[in-house]
T-cell receptor
Framework: DAGVIQSPRHEVTEMGQEVTLRCKPI?????LFWYRQTMMRGLELLIY????????DSGMPEDRFSAKMPNASFSTLKIQPSEPRDSAVYFC???????????????FGEGSWLTVV | AQSVTQPDIHITVSEGASLELRCNYS??????LFWYVQSPGQGLQLLLK??????LVQGIKGFEAEFKRSQSSFNLRKPSVHWSDAAEYFC????????????FGSGTQLTVLP
């Protein structure tokens, strides 16, 4: 079975450029999550969607970050303009039936490793 | 709000030795508990989870964990560590009614000596 698919796996970009990260969740999953992992802050939930609708975006660090889910099989996380402090690994994850709050597993992609220079 | 503490940042064990990684959580009711493993350059893979029933849960790769309500703990164990177990291990809690879904601990880095 295909897992959560993220692209690009690695991206190096210059400060000020727009970055778009993409995610395809596991087919049939109705929850999609975006996490960020850094050495300093560990794993942080940025935003999550249920049935393509954003439910909680309180973890989005600032207005430079935006996320969309136009359909059940695709989501994007965009950073515009990017800054060096945005360098991190960004994970997309998906789950079925309310996710961890119901004891269900959240499945993670392999991450997008972003470096902003 | 729930929280998770992994008191050991880094653990080193010899191959073949037993392993225990500690995890303590804070939550007012019975949480859902998870252990994930992250190998270098990889995403997070679920090892095991607890949400009800038997407090000793078995996972993949020979791992097990025991939920102890009285100690608010969910420690991960393996009787004999293999070199391929070297990775970072994350404990996480999911709480009923939580809008935040999973809350992760800060992780424990495991080094395995030959």
């Amino acid at each position: 079975d295909a897992g959560v698919i993220q692209s690009p796996r690695h991206e190096v970009t210059e400060m000020g450029q727009e970055v778009t990260l993409r995610c395809k969740p596991i087919s049939g999953h109705d929850y999609l999550f975006w996490y960020r992992q850094t050495m300093m802050r560990g794993l942080e939930l940025l935003i999550y969607f249920n049935n393509n609708v954003p439910i909680d975006d309180s973890g989005m660090p600032e207005d430079r970050f935006s996320a969309k889910m136009p359909n059940a099989s695709f989501s994007t996380l965009k950073i515009q303009p990017s800054e060096p402090r945005d360098s991190a690994v960004y994970f997309c994850a998906s789950s079925f039936r309310r996710g961890a709050v119901s004891g269900n597993t959240i499945y993670f992609g392999e991450g997008s490793w972003l470096t902003v220079v | 709000a729930q929280s998770v503490t992994q008191p050991d940042i880094h653990i080193t064990v010899s191959e073949g030795a037993s392993l225990e990684l500690r995890c303590n959580y804070s939550y007012g009711a019975t949480p859902y508990l998870f252990w994930y493993v992250q190998s270098p350059g990889q995403g997070l893979q679920l090892l095991l989870k607890y949400f009800s029933g038997d407090t000793l849960v078995q996972g993949i790769k020979g791992f097990e964990a025991e939920f102890k309500r009285s100690q608010s703990s969910f420690n991960l164990r393996k009787p004999s560590v293999h070199w391929s177990d070297a990775a970072e291990y994350f404990c996480a809690v999911g709480a009923r009614g939580s809008a935040r879904q999973l809350t992760f601990g800060s992780g424990t880095q495991l080094t395995v000596l030959p």
